[in-house]
C-alpha cells in the first residue's frame, strides 16, 4: 500500500523570516498612521477645549503604561498568539467606537487603540528575541523601518484627507488594515514562541520584573536611549508646527515636514549599511549627537525662524537613524528567559515619553518661550550621547560583519 507522506511544511511550521517581520511591522503602520494625525482632530472636536484634550492623552498615557506592564502576565494566562490577536482586534472595536463620535466613545477609541499598540508592540519585540538571531537583529530593525516607511509616510496626510470627505473612511481604512494584519500575523504560523521553560508558580507581575530589569545596568541605558528618542520625535512632532503657527510660517508647514522626514524611513537600508561599517556605539553616539546640535542651534537661531526649522528638520533625520539602531544595545542585552518581561518594559518607553515631555515642555514655558523646549531637548540628547559614549566599542560591529555588504534585504 503506497504511503501518503505529511507535507513538510504542515509537518514543521516555517520560522519566521527578517521579511515577515517587516510585513507585519508595514501594516501595523497603516493601521497607526492612518489615524495618527485623525485622533487629535476628533479628540478637539468632541471636548471643545484644548486643555481637557491634554488631559485625556495624560490619563490614556498612564493606562497604556500599565497596560503595556501587564502583557507579561496575560501572556502567562492566555497563549502570546492570542495575546496578540487580543491588540489586533482591539484596533479594529476601537475604530468602531470612533464612528460613533460621542465624546465617551471617542476617549474610548483612544484608550483602546493605544492599548492596542502596547500589546501587539510587547509581543512583537518577543517574538522577534524568539525567532531572530542576534546577528539578525539589525537587519530586522531595518526591515521594520522600511516596510513601515509607506504607512507613516502616507497615513497621516490621507487620514486627515478622508476625514474631511467621508468622517468614517479613515478608521474604516484602518480597521481593514488591522484585520489584514491579522490575517497575516496567524498564517505566518509563529505561535506562542519558543518556550525557554515552562513557567512555574504564579504569573510574575510588575513589582516582580521591574527590579529585575533595574538590575541590569545595560538594559536601563537601552531603555534611556528609546525614552529619549521618543521624547525627540514628541518635540519635532507636536511643538514644530506650533513653533511655525507661532512664527507666521504657516498652519501646514508641520505637517508637510512631518511627511517629508517619514519619507527619510526609505532609506533605511542606506543607513544600516552605514552602520555595519560601523560600531553601533558609533551610530547611537552620532545620532544623539546631531540631535542635539541641531536643535540647541535652532533654539539659539529662534530669530531665524525658517533656520531653526531647517534644523529641527535635520534632526529628525538623525531621529531616524536612531530608530534603526538605538535599540539594539537593549535588544542585545536580553536573556532569552526574559524575553516577555522585558519586551514589556521596553515597550513603556512610548508611554514614559508621552507622559514626560509634555510635563516638561510645560514646565519650560513658565519660564522661557517656546524655543526652550528645543533647547531641554537639546539637554536630554547630550546626555544620551554620554550614555552611548560606554557602550562598548565592538558592539555590533563583528555581528554585523557577517551580514552581506550588498544586499541590506535579502529575499528570505
Not at 474610548?108 to 493605544?114: M, V, Y
Not at 504569573?203 to 529585575?212: C, D, E, I, N, Q
Not at 529619549?228 to 498652519?251: D, N, T
Not at 566599542?393 to 554585523?400: D, K, M, Q, S, V
Amino acid at each position: 500500500m503506497h504511503e501518503r507522506r505529511i507535507p513538510e511544511w504542515l509537518r514543521h511550521a516555517p520560522v519566521p523570516s527578517v521579511r515577515d517581520f517587516g510585513i507585519l511591522a508595514g501594516l501595523e503602520a497603516v493601521v497607526r498612521g492612518t489615524l495618527i494625525s485623525v485622533f487629535p482632530l476628533i479628540i478637539y472636536r468632541a471636548l471643545g477645549d484644548a486643555g481637557l484634550v491634554s488631559a485625556s492623552y495624560f490619563a490614556v498615557g498612564v493606562l497604556s503604561l500599565i497596560a503595556g506592564l501587564m502583557v507579561p502576565a496575560l501572556v502567562r494566562l492566555v497563549p502570546r498568539r492570542w495575546a496578540y490577536s487580543l491588540g489586533a482586534l482591539m484596533f479594529v472595536l476601537s475604530a468602531g467606537f470612533a464612528i460613533e463620535g460621542s465624546p465617551a466613545s471617542v476617549l474610548a477609541a483612544l484608550a483602546l487603540n493605544t492599548m492596542a499598540a502596547v500589546t501587539t508592540f510587547v509581543c512583537f519585540n518577543a517574538y522577534v528575541l524568539d525567532y531572530i538571531a542576534r546577528v539578525e537583529l539589525g537587519r530586522c530593525e531595518t526591515s521594520r523601518m522600511f516596510y513601515s516607511a509607506l504607512g507613516w509616510t502616507a497615513g497621516p496626510m490621507t487620514g486627515v484627507l478622508l476625514l474631511e470627505v467621508w468622517a468614517p473612511a479613515p478608521f474604516l481604512i484602518s480597521a481593514a488594515a488591522a484585520l489584514v494584519m491579522l490575517a497575516a500575523f496567524w498564517w505566518m504560523r509563529m505561535g506562542n514562541g519558543k518556550q525557554i521553560a515552562r513557567a512555574r508558580g504564579p504569573a510574575s507581575s510588575p513589582l516582580k520584573y521591574l527590579p529585575r530589569f533595574l538590575e541590569q545596568p545595560r538594559l536601563v541605558t537601552g531603555w534611556l536611549f528609546a525614552v529619549i528618542r521618543s521624547s525627540g520625535w514628541w518635540i519635532y512632532v507636536v511643538y514644530l508646527p506650533i513653533f511655525a503657527i507661532e512664527k507666521g510660517l504657516g498652519q501646514e508647514l508641520g505637517g508637510i515636514l512631518l511627511s517629508i522626514t517619514n519619507g527619510c524611513l526609505f532609506a533605511a537600508p542606506l543607513l544600516q549599511r552605514w552602520v555595519q561599517r560601523h560600531s553601533i556605539r558609533m551610530a547611537v553616539r552620532t545620532g544623539f549627537l546631531t540631535v542635539t546640535l541641531c536643535f540647541g542651534a535652532a533654539a539659539a537661531l529662534q530669530g531665524w525662524p525658517a533656520l531653526s526649522v531647517a534644523l529641527l528638520m535635520a534632526g529628525s533625520a538623525a531621529l531616524i537613524l536612531l530608530d534603526i539602531c538605538g535599540g539594539l544595545p537593549f535588544l542585545m542585552a536580553v536573556k532569552p528567559s526574559e524575553r516577555t518581561e522585558m519586551s514589556a518594559v521596553y515597550s513603556s518607553y512610548r508611554d514614559i515619553s508621552g507622559i514626560v515631555t509634555p510635563g516638561a515642555a510645560w514646565l519650560v514655558l513658565m519660564v522661557s518661550p517656546l524655543a526652550g523646549i528645543f533647547a531641554a531637548g537639546a539637554g536630554a540628547m547630550a546626555f544620551a550621547a554620554l550614555l552611548a559614549g560606554k557602550l562598548h566599542p565592538r558592539l555590533g560591529r563583528n555581528r554585523a560583519a557577517a551580514l552581506p555588504a550588498d544586499d541590506p534585504l535579502p529575499a528570505q
